[in-house]
């Protein structure tokens, strides 16, 4: 996903102060057909683009503006329209609302503590030997590597009542953990699936951020230290401001990945999460394919996207800052 | 945000499916006495996993014998349990659909209803008359039959001969008796870990069944509307027996009975409700879970599980249906399948390896079979979930077991955790 690559988005080279004489080239260029080859070399990849993602997208709008049941699909018949019904449905009832508040808490706790803890990990490879800064980064290398789902059911295990690891340590320390439920209080069983969410988040953050750490020159620190400013000083007014885009960045794309987090909790809970575990991608996976509220679960979406869509603007405007600064 | 793309592409895929689906009209009923020259032609069977794991041997014969009188070959697809509804939809929506497919009981009125399958004619399947109806009720629709039962799973007492020898138990006869075991086995064998009946509180068919043990239904039709009647006193009633039960449980309150038979085969449970085979995996599993076939291993409980009928509480009857597909290529090749895979010679079979058959003629026989005697008993005093088109959704949207949860966890009382289901099945069954 594009997202994904901080480069990614393609964007015309900033012009810059015009030298003399380009003023001439560039409007003699403008004036034949090769001013569209940057466009015509771009269309296959927007044609993809489009294709993948647009197309879909398209479908589910329009298909929240309809009422698909299971006879509409399995005979192919058009459904029904319903105009804004859906909207109004999801939109007033109070179920929804939940599980919208309940994703945003989530949201923000998760990613406050992945990009705390990724910073915090980013600094100590700073400080660690080298032998010792490459077996973090190879050590995070596999927990990034594990894909989503592994990693899950490798949770689910640690913390299942009856044969996990977790209440056995616990019990064998003394504390009353035999057969302990982990999800029958939502605030524990969410604590088990922010853990992992963190967990499995941290590599990225820590890695991205440990190579704008290079970045701060260590004679601006040494000279603030030789000034008389304390650690935390120094943290606050050199490391942090020269870090800041970045971690700008790794925070809007970890809250847009947690945003639309669907995995963990659907696993953990073995693919039928009570309405204590609902996130809105859950939430509206449930009620398209497991109530066969199609349409229902196409509005659920789209304003999923929409609430995404706030944020994506946030990371977009962040990408051109940075690309003015070059 | 991949997600909801994801998601996106495969509700696309779907719709796409569903737009160029073939049109051709299914109308008449697929004959399953014709004589069809299936020669070069494969019939595509979908069954659930337990045909493979359970009665392989039950499948191969049919084949052979539907191959011999037809000619055709089979082609089998097994399924998983879990979240197969929706492959079936997406595959339903599409124009590459299966000839023969197998549901849930519970699952089958949905499709019915939604004109997923082929009307059949009833009689020329044997043992129809008989059909048992927590099987056959699901396939009639508008008083027309659209799928043939195929097994029936009944669940009864399971318990830990071992244990209630050491205590000094007999058999439970009564009610009465199996809340005093579980009493008795709690008390003599202390540890945080010991469930004197195990009962894990998101066990839906075990909830459902103490619910209606007072002579209360789980909802009812009204006119042309279904009205939830879980809050009705008696079901109340139900409930408290079944919260009171699930006190002697140290398991989970929170789980399924998915990994009930791995629990129980630790030993340190003294009872628990389940179906007649799960007596039978806790005692032995296959070496490698991942392969059905593989060599079996006893387990610290093997030869001493019992089963006798649940007293006093109906038995769920589970079970499965097959049907034919509406949009099934060989509609007569299936029907012939099917008829040879109901039959009485492929019940008989299937009665050998500790299911219960499709017919209430044949269920002597069933109880005749060593182990199976509880089964049987159970299935004769049997409840089925309401008729509604929409109850798989009840199911799906987990009504009952967050119900069942809330009370037993003690996070609602009976009274509120029972209104709010009920509030919860009238907007589903209504919708």
């Known amino acids: 996903m594009s997202v994904a690559s901080p480069s990614a988005p393609a964007r015309p080279t900033p012009p810059g102060p015009p030298a003399p004489g380009a003023h001439v080239r560039r409007k003699r260029r403008s004036s034949t057909s090769s001013g569209l080859v940057p466009y015509a070399l771009a269309l296959p990849a927007l044609f993809l683009l489009f294709a993948l993602l647009g197309y879909p997208m398209v479908r589910m709008v329009v298909l929240s503006f309809q009422n698909m049941r299971l006879r509409e699909l399995f005979a192919g018949l058009t459904p029904p329209w319903v105009g804004l019904d859906n909207y109004t449905k999801v939109l007033t009832d109070s179920v929804f609302w939940t599980v919208a508040l309940r994703t945003t808490v989530f949201t923000v706790v998760s990613v406050a503590l992945t990009v705390t803890i990724g910073l915090a990990v980013a600094m100590l490879m700073r400080r660690v030997a080298p032998s010792i800064r490459i077996a973090m980064i190879v050590v995070m290398m596999f927990v990034w590597a594990m894909p989503q789902l592994v990693a899950t059911q490798i949770f689910r295990w640690l913390v299942d009542a009856d044969f996990g690891v977790i209440n056995y340590l616990l019990t064998l320390i003394g504390l009353d953990y035999e057969s302990h439920s982990w999800f029958a209080e939502p605030l524990e069983g969410w604590a088990v699936i922010t853990s992992l969410v963190v967990w499995a988040g941290i590599p990225f953050i820590a890695i991205t951020l440990n190579a704008g750490l290079t970045q701060v020159p260590k004679e601006l620190i040494e000279a603030a230290t030789v000034d008389g400013a304390s650690p935390w000083q120094a943290f606050r007014n050199i490391t942090l401001p020269i870090l800041k885009q970045l971690i700008v960045i790794v925070t809007t794309l970890s809250a847009i990945w947690n945003f639309g987090l669907f995995t963990q909790p659907w696993v953990i809970r073995d693919g039928r999460p009570s309405s204590d575990y609902q996130t809105l991608a859950t939430y509206a996976y449930s009620t398209a394919f497991k109530t066969n509220n199609y349409s229902l679960g196409s509005a659920i979406s789209v304003i999923t996207v929409i609430l995404l869509a706030a944020v994506m603007v946030f990371y977009i405007r962040q990408m051109f800052k940075i690309g003015d600064v070059d | ?431």
């Not at chain 2, 979908?46 to 794991?53: G, P």
């Not at chain 2, 630790?266 to 490698?288: H, L, N, R, V």
């Not at chain 2, 499965?320 to 299936?334: D, M, T």
Request: aromatic content about 8%.
């Open chain 2, 1 to 431: 945000m991949k997600r909801k793309i994801a998601l996106a592409a495969a509700l696309t895929a779907a719709l796409l499916a569903a737009a160029c689906g073939n049109d051709s009209s299914n109308s008449g009923t697929p004959d399953a006495n014709a004589s069809v020259d299936g020669k070069g032609k494969t019939l595509k069977v979908w069954l659930m996993v337990d045909a493979q794991s359970g009665w392989k041997n039950v499948v191969d014969q049919a084949n052979e014998r539907f191959t011999a009188a037809t000619g055709a070959q089979v082609q089998i697809d097994y399924q998983q349990w879990g979240d197969h509804l929706a492959k079936v939809d997406a595959t339903l929506a599409g124009s590459e659909v299966p000839d023969v497919m197998e549901l849930g009981n519970t699952e089958m009125p949905k499709y019915v209803f939604n004109g997923a399958f082929h009307e059949l004619d009833k009689a020329q399947y044997e043992n129809s008359a008989t059909w048992l109806t927590g099987l056959s009720a699901p396939c009639e629709f508008e008083g027309k039959t659209w799928c043939v039962p195929y097994y029936a799973g009944a669940r009864v007492l399971i318990y830990n001969t071992d244990l209630f020898t050491k205590a000094g138990l007999q058999p439970p006869k009564t009610y009465a008796d199996v809340v005093t075991a579980a009493k008795t086995l709690k008390e003599k064998n202390p540890g945080a870990k010991f469930s004197g009946f195990y009962a894990p509180g998101a066990h839906q068919y075990m909830g459902l069944a103490w619910a209606v043990s007072g002579g209360g239904t789980i909802a009812k039709q009204e006119g042309d509307k279904w009205v939830g009647t879980l809050s009705d006193p008696k079901v109340q009633e139900g409930l408290t027996k079944w919260k009171e039960i699930t006190s002697y449980s140290s398991g989970d309150k929170t789980k399924n009975e998915q990994d009930q038979s791995a629990i129980f085969a630790q030993g340190t449970s003294g009872m628990m409700y389940g179906a007649g085979w799960e007596a039978s995996s806790a005692q032995e599993q296959p070496k490698d879970p991942n392969d059905p076939a593989s060599a079996k291993v006893k387990t610290k409980v093997a030869g001493k599980v019992a089963t006798v009928a649940m007293p006093e509480v109906p038995s769920f009857l589970g079970g499965s249906n097959v049907g034919i597909a509406a949009k099934a290529p060989n509609p007569e090749l299936a029907a012939q399948w099917i008829k040879i895979f109901t039959d009485t010679k492929s019940q008989e079979l299937l009665i050998e390896k500790g299911a219960l058959p499709n017919a209430t003629s044949l269920l002597d026989k069933a109880a005749a079979k060593e182990g199976n005697e509880a089964s049987a008993q159970a299935a004769k005093n049997s409840f089925f979930v309401p008729m509604a088109p929409k109850w798989a959704e009840v199911e799906s949207a987990n009504v009952i077991q967050q119900m069942l949860v809330s009370i037993a966890t003690g996070k609602a009382t009976v009274a509120d955790a029972t209104k709010k289901a009920d509030d919860q099945i009238n907007t589903i069954l209504n919708s």
